[in-house]
C-alpha cells in the first residue's frame, strides 16, 4: 500500500488486528503455562511498543491493565542497556528481567522484551510478562511482609540479554532456575513466553505482508494521536477545578503505624494534573512502589473513569502525573517492593475519590482494596516441595447507576481468582468455606458488593506454613457521594489453644499449621454510593429475603422495619 492518509475503515482493520495480535500472545501464554497464577488467573501481558521511545502501542485485553503503563517503562529499560552495550539489536535478540525499580510492579512480573524488524529496520518491540510463581526469596511466593530490601523477596534479575540473534544463552536460564523453588514451573511459564513472542512476531509478519510497513506505522501514529485527542475532549467536558483525597495504608509489616496516600487532582481545560505531595515517606517495608508504577497506576484509573479510551500511551499526554521524590510512590533500589498491588489500589482509591468532585456519575466507590496474597507452603512425604500462591476477591464499590459487583477481582486487572476446584487438585488443601460475606457492603444508594470468606484447611500430614500479605484491615474501604463504608478486611489462623490475629490485623509470615489445621480470610466489600436513605424499601427487602444483609443491619443501616415500598 502507497503512504499516505489512512481511511478510516482501513485504521479501524489495522487497530483491530493489531490488538488481535496481543490478544493472541495473551492467549498462547495462558494456555501453555504451568503456574495457575497465569493460566487460571491471566496475570500476564503481551503488547507491542515503540521502536524508539518504548512507548504504548497496543496491549491486549486480557492481560492486567497495571500492564499498560508499566511495560513502556520496562521496554525503555532495554532501549536504554542496548544504548549502552553499543550493540545494536539484532533479529532474534531477546532480553529478560525482573528488577522492579527499572520495569515496575514486583520481582515476580519476569518480563521479555524482543525487537521486531521490517526489512532489516527495526519496527517496533514485543514484550511478554508473566507472574512467576515462585523466584526465591525469604516467602515461598514472593510476598514476604517482614522483607527490608528487595533480596530478601526474590532474586533480582537486571536486564540480561537471554538471545542473541535467535541462540538462547542456556546459562541465563540455568541461573534463574537454581534461584527458584518451582524450577519445572517456571520453566514452563518461560517457555510458554518465548512461544508468544514467536507468535507474535510470525502475525506481524503476516499483517505487514497484507497492509505494508507504511500503512501500519501510520495507523500506529493515528491511533496514538486519536487516543490524545479522545482524552482531551473528555477533560473539556469536565469542569474546571482542584479536588483533594487522602486514605491510609494500614502499616508496613515491620512498623505498625498508618501510611497515608494522598492526591491533588487538578483540571484545567483539556489538561489534568495528579499530585501525589503530602504522601507517605519511603518506608521500610515491602508496600513501597517504583515510580514506573506510580505512573502506570494513575493510567489505570485514568482508564476506569474514561472506559471508552483506548490502551494507548496517547491517553497520558494531557496529563501530569508529579510523583514526589523519596516517597512510598518512588522508592529507590533496594527498597522492598513486593506488596506493590497493596499500594497502587489505594492509589486508585484516593484518584477515584478526587474524580467523585469533578465527576460524580464517572466513578465508584472504593473496592476492597486489597488482594489478600495469600501464600501455603510446605513438603510433601516424597520431600517435594509445594506452594500454593494465590489472591482472593472481595467487593466493589456502588456506582450512580447500580450495586457493586458482589465478589469481584481487584480493579488493577483483568484476572479472575483460580477456580477453588483447581487449587485443590494442585496442592494438598481443603476449602472449608468459600461463600459470600453478608453485610459486609458499604451502604448507600446503591450498596457496595460483598466480599466473600474463604476457609482453607491443610491436609499434608507434614503440615504447612503461611505468608499473608493484606490491607483494609484497620481503614475501610470508603463510600462515596454519601455513601457508607465497607467492611473491613479479618484474618485468622488456627492453632492448637483455638483461632488467632495476626498482631499487625493484615499480614503475617511464618505462621505453622499442622494438618487438619486451616486459615480464613473475611474480605472487605465495597463502598456505598449514595445516602442510605435514598436506597429503595424493594432492594432493601430483596438484600435480606437473599441473605446478603442481615434484618437487624438492615434497620442498623437503614431503618428498614420489614416490608417494601
Known amino acids: 500500500m502507497t503512504e499516505g492518509p489512512l481511511d478510516p475503515i482501513t485504521l479501524a482493520v489495522l487497530a483491530g488486528r493489531m490488538e488481535q495480535i496481543a490478544d493472541e500472545m495473551d492467549a498462547t501464554l495462558f494456555r501453555a503455562a504451568f503456574n495457575p497464577i497465569i493460566a487460571e488467573a491471566h496475570d500476564a501481558s503481551h503488547g507491542l511498543y515503540h ?42 535478540d531477546i532480553w529478560i528481567f525482573n528488577d522492579a525499580h527499572i520495569g515496575g510492579t514486583h520481582l515476580n512480573d519476569m518480563r521479555l522484551v524482543r525487537p521486531y524488524f521490517r526489512d532489516g529496520r527495526l519496527f517496533c518491540w514485543l514484550a511478554s510478562v508473566g507472574h512467576w510463581h515462585d523466584l526465591g526469596g525469604g516467602a515461598p511466593g514472593n510476598y514476604n511482609p517482614a522483607a527490608k530490601d528487595v533480596f530478601q523477596e526474590a532474586f533480582v534479575l537486571p536486564p540480561v540479554m537471554l538471545a542473541r540473534g535467535g541462540e538462547v ?19 514452563g511459564d518461560l517457555n510458554g513466553q518465548l512461544g508468544a513472542l514467536d507468535l507474535g512476531v510470525k502475525r506481524m509478519d503476516e499483517l505487514l505482508d497484507s497492509y505494508g510497513a507504511d500503512a501500519v506505522s501510520g495507523a500506529l501514529r493515528a491511533l496514538s494521536d486519536r487516543a490524545e485527542t479522545l482524552m482531551r475532549e473528555e477533560l473539556k467536558g469536565l469542569p474546571d477545578g482542584v479536588w483533594e483525597a487522602e486514605d491510609f495504608l494500614d502499616n508496613d509489616g515491620i512498623t505498625d503505624a498508618p501510611l497515608k496516600i494522598r492526591v491533588r487532582l487538578e483540571i484545567s481545560g483539556d489538561r489534568m494534573s495528579l499530585d501525589f505531595a503530602g504522601s507517605a515517606p519511603q518506608c521500610l517495608g515491602p508496600v513501597n512502589i517504583a515510580r514506573p508504577t506510580a505512573v502506570a497506576t494513575a493510567y489505570v484509573a485514568i482508564k476506569h473513569i474514561f472506559p471508552s479510551l483506548p490502551a494507548n500511551a496517547g491517553v497520558m499526554r494531557p496529563i501530569d502525573v508529579k510523583i514526589p521524590e523519596g516517597s512510598i510512590l518512588s522508592a529507590a533500589f533496594p527498597a522492598p517492593v513486593g506488596g506493590y498491588t497493596e499500594t497502587i489500589l489505594r492509589m486508585i482509591d484516593v484518584i477515584f475519590a478526587a474524580a467523585a468532585g469533578a465527576a ?32 482472593y476477591g472481595g467487593g466493589h464499590g456502588g456506582s450512580s447507576d447500580s450495586d457493586g459487583l458482589n465478589h469481584g477481582s481487584a480493579p488493577i486487572s483483568t484476572a479472575t481468582i483460580p477456580p477453588m476446584e483447581i487449587l485443590e487438585a494442585a496442592y494438598p488443601v481443603m476449602f472449608r468455606q468459600w461463600a459470600l460475606r453478608p453485610g459486609s457492603g458499604g451502604a448507600g444508594a446503591h450498596r457496595g458488593g460483598l466480599g466473600a470468606i474463604y476457609e482453607i484447611e491443610v491436609l499434608e500430614e507434614n503440615g504447612a506454613e503461611a505468608f499473608l500479605f493484606g490491607e483494609r484491615g484497620k481503614h475501610a474501604p470508603k463510600g462515596v457521594a454519601g455513601g457508607g463504608d465497607a467492611a473491613m478486611n479479618v484474618f485468622s489462623y488456627e492453632q492448637d489453644d483455638g483461632w488467632h490475629a495476626p498482631p499487625m490485623v493484615s499480614k503475617m509470615r511464618g505462621i505453622g499449621l499442622k494438618q487438619g489445621q486451616a486459615v480464613r480470610l473475611e474480605t472487605p466489600g465495597g463502598g456505598g454510593y449514595g445516602a442510605p436513605a435514598d436506597r429503595s424499601a424493594d432492594a432493601i427487602a430483596r438484600d435480606v429475603e437473599r441473605g446478603l444483609l442481615s434484618a437487624d443491619d438492615a434497620e442498623r443501616l437503614y431503618g428498614w422495619t420489614g416490608g417494601a415500598a
Open 169 to 187: 544463552d542456556q546459562g541465563i536460564i540455568d541461573i534463574i532456575l537454581r534461584n527458584t523453588r518451582l524450577p519445572q514451573s517456571a520453566e
Open 360 to 391: 460524580p456519575d464517572r466513578v465508584v466507590a472504593n473496592a476492597y482494596g486489597t488482594i489478600n496474597a495469600l501464600s501455603i507452603a510446605g513438603r510433601r512425604k516424597d520431600g517435594s516441595q509445594w506452594v500454593m500462591f494465590s489472591f
Open 51 to 92: 521502536a524508539q521511545t518504548g512507548d504504548t502501542l497496543v496491549q491486549g485485553k486480557s492481560g492486567l491493565p497495571i500492564f499498560v503503563g508499566v511495560m513502556s517503562f520496562a521496554v525503555k529499560a532495554v532501549i536504554d542497556k542496548v544504548a549502552e552495550t553499543g550493540r545494536a539489536p539484532q533479529d532474534g
